[in-house]
């Protein structure tokens, strides 16, 4: 999988090894390799104002991997982010 943010392309394996690069490269996250539900939550709120408040909550029962999918998936609805190319 391929992710485009801000410039640059982003690839992995999964949506969670695609959401743990972005976590690394977020320079203003600081508290990388944390549950991965944490960081969604923390970039989910700085988006804002770019997505409607009702498409930020996540669900408490979902794993990472459908939780750090719909992440990208909703960036890229939303024109924050592009999903370039998908698994």
Do not use: T
């Not at 969670?16 to 923390?42: K, M, N, S, T």
């Not at 794993?63 to 698994?87: F, M, Q, R, T």
């Amino acid at each position: 999988m391929i992710f485009r943010l801000r410039g640059k392309d982003v690839s992995g394996r999964s949506a969670i090894e695609v959401v743990r690069a972005l976590e690394r490269d977020d320079g203003e996250y600081h508290y990388c390799g944390g549950p991965i539900c944490q960081y969604l939550l923390w970039s989910l709120n700085r988006l804002n104002g770019s997505v409607p408040p009702r498409d930020l909550h996540q669900s408490d029962r979902l794993e990472d991997e459908p939780l750090a999918l719909g992440y990208l998936l909703l960036l890229d609805e939303y024109g924050v982010g592009k999903i370039v190319e998908p698994n």
